[in-house]
């Protein structure tokens, strides 16, 4: 590698397969909740961008949605996000989470990183729920085994062990460039899909089975008062059980939602926020393309320009 004195930066992919703790990553490197994080297999939806610059460097990550076999139109657009997120990157940061034995799923998912030629960092992650990290070598080998990666990295993203090492394989990596954005630049989601979002989350932590994959978030209005952020937004389900759940016996669970979401939109918008919910039943909106369309910011803001 060339002796590099300047500024260095670069574009770097978080790859994985559901639930390894992708989007806790995200947060851990940038410092801030860019992503939401849920117990639940495929919370992330769409490439989430979360910029982190120094004095000698910017770093541009790119969260994506957990690989997995799609088996829907909105799954089939998820793994098609994250081909998108393969091209050109600089470095690629592949997570798996070592408290699980790997197994068929993992090693298919990984076919996604052979067919880039970027170097692939593979961080170990949940380091912290290992009894004891003599289990690290065998797992490490059953990756190399499969795959030569350029550096072998545990970690845990939820206490930040190893997380500035890796950093520092990356920044190792990247080659010497301009800041892409300015240094307070830390995401390009817009605040109405960060509250959706959020809102989201919370619901996720509240629900099990098949409602978190059911439930899509939408903000239909955004009225900044004098003194206050009015927010309105629809919770969209599949079916009226799914609803039934969500509001809960007299409206407790939309209630109890509404002020997590709140709270954690005010400290988002560091403004006081009042936020509207309302429940719709939309049957089948994961086969719904129109629908689909309207949830993806990056095509609703396209439009309306
Ligand atoms: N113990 C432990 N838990 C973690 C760690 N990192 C993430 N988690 C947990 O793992 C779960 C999944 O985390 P996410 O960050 O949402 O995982 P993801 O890979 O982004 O998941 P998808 O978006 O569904 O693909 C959450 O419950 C996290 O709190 C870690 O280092 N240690
Ligand atoms: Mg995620």
Same mark, same amino acid.
């Given at each position: 590698?060339p002796?590099?004195?300047?500024?260095?930066?670069?574009?770097?992919?978080?790859?994985?397969?559901?639930?390894?703790?992708?989007?806790?990553?995200l947060?851990?490197?940038?410092?801030?909740?860019?992503?939401?994080?849920?117990?639940?297999?495929?919370?992330?939806?769409?490439?989430?961008?979360?910029?982190?610059?120094?004095?000698?460097?910017?770093?541009?990550?790119?969260?994506?949605?957990?690989?997995?076999?799609p088996?829907?139109?909105?799954?089939?657009?998820?793994m098609?996000?994250?081909?998108?997120?393969l091209?050109?990157?600089?470095?690629?940061?592949?997570?798996?989470?070592?408290?699980?034995?790997?197994?068929?799923?993992?090693?298919?998912?990984?076919?996604?990183?052979?067919?880039?030629?970027?170097?692939?960092? &593979? +961080?170990?992650?949940? *380091?912290? =729920? %290992?009894?004891?990290?003599?289990a690290? $070598?065998? @797992?490490?080998?059953?990756? !190399?085994?499969?795959?030569?990666?350029?550096?072998?990295?545990?970690?845990?993203?939820?206490?930040?062990?190893?997380?500035?090492?890796?950093?520092?394989a990356?920044?190792?990596?990247?080659?010497?460039?301009?800041?892409?954005?300015?240094?307070?630049?830390?995401?390009?989601?817009?605040?109405?899909?960060?509250?959706?979002?959020?809102?989201?989350?919370?619901?996720?932590?509240?629900?099990?089975?098949?409602?978190?994959?059911?439930?899509?978030?939408?903000?239909?209005?955004?009225?900044?008062?004098?003194?206050?952020?009015?927010?309105?937004?629809?919770?969209?389900?599949?079916?009226?059980?799914?609803?039934?759940?969500?509001?809960?016996?007299?409206?407790?669970?939309?209630?109890?939602?509404?002020? &997590? +979401?709140?709270e954690? *939109?005010? =400290? %988002?918008?560091?403004?006081?926020?009042? $936020?509207? @919910?309302?429940?719709?039943? !939309?049957?089948?909106?994961?086969?719904?393309?129109?629908?689909?369309?309207?949830?993806?910011?990056r095509?609703?803001?396209?439009?309306?320009?």
């Amino acid at each position: 590698m060339p002796e590099r004195t300047g500024f260095v930066s670069g574009f770097v992919s978080i790859l994985g397969r559901p639930n390894v703790g992708k989007s806790t990553l995200l947060n851990a490197l940038t410092g801030a909740k860019v992503a939401i994080v849920s117990d639940k297999p495929q919370t992330t939806r769409t490439l989430i961008q979360g910029v982190t610059t120094t004095d000698t460097e910017q770093i541009i990550f790119v969260d994506t949605p957990g690989i997995h076999k799609p088996d829907s139109v909105f799954n089939a657009r998820m793994m098609e996000t994250i081909r998108a997120a393969l091209d050109e990157r600089d470095v690629l940061v592949y997570v798996v989470d070592v408290s699980r034995e790997p197994g068929a799923a993992e090693w298919e998912s990984m076919e996604v990183i052979r067919k880039t030629s970027a170097p692939v960092l &593979l +961080a170990l992650n949940k *380091i912290d =729920r %290992l009894k004891s990290k003599a289990a690290l $070598l065998p @797992l490490i080998e059953q990756f !190399r085994s499969r795959h030569e990666f350029a550096e072998y990295i545990p970690i845990s993203a939820l206490t930040g062990e190893g997380v500035q090492e890796l950093r520092a394989a990356i920044v190792k990596r990247l080659p010497e460039g301009p800041a892409y954005f300015p240094a307070d630049h830390l995401t390009d989601q817009p605040e109405r899909f960060l509250a959706a979002e959020l809102i989201r989350e919370k619901l996720l932590a509240e629900t099990r089975e098949e409602v978190p994959h059911s439930i899509a978030v939408l903000v239909d209005e955004w009225e900044e008062k004098p003194h206050v952020t009015r927010i309105a937004a629809t919770i969209y389900v599949e079916r009226e059980g799914q609803k039934a759940i969500v509001i809960g016996a007299r409206g407790s669970m939309l209630k109890r939602i509404g002020t &997590l +979401a709140r709270e954690e *939109i005010e =400290r %988002l918008l560091n403004r006081k926020v009042f $936020l509207e @919910l309302y429940v719709k039943v !939309r049957p089948r909106w994961r086969q719904d393309k129109q629908f689909l369309n309207e949830l993806d910011w990056r095509l609703t803001m396209a439009g309306s320009e």
